[in-house]
Nanobody
Framework: QVQLVESGGGLVQPGGSLRLSCAVS????????MAWYRQAPGKERDLVAR???????NYADSVKGRFTISRDNAKSSVYLQMNSLKPEDTAVYYC??????????????WGQGTQVTISS
């Protein structure tokens, strides 16, 4: 059974930095991509950053130049370095794992989330 556990969230002042980690455990077939999403109260869960198995990345416009996603394949972990944080970055951040399709069906997993709060 695959499990994703996020860590590294917390309270930081505007302009500060945080590094989120996502540890993956369990047996998986193959990885298509891993990503970070975030959800603020009353809002939809939105993509923040994504990294494919080949190393390609993409970011939401709101975080470009400030956030960096990376992956450690040996440890089956994904990270999100967040710099120059703003109050609007406050949200619960979720780790997402997408596996290669099997029999035409996409399979994905979610972590339970970690709270990030930016406030002075």
């Amino acid at each position: 059974q695959v499990q994703l556990v996020e860590s590294g969230g917390g309270l930081v002042q505007p302009g500060g930095s945080l590094r989120l980690s996502c540890a993956v455990s369990g047996s998986i077939r193959s990885v298509s991509a891993m990503a970070w999403y975030r959800q603020a109260p009353g809002k939809e869960r939105d993509l923040v950053a994504r990294i494919t198995s080949g190393g390609s990345t993409n970011y939401a416009d709101s975080v470009k130049g400030r956030f960096t996603i990376s992956r450690d394949n040996a440890k089956s972990s994904v990270y999100l370095q967040m710099n120059s944080l703003k109050p609007e970055d406050t949200a619960v951040y979720y780790c997402n794992l997408v596996l290669e399709p099997l029999f035409g069906r996409q399979q994905q997993y979610w972590g339970q989330g970690t709270q990030v709060t930016i406030s002075s």
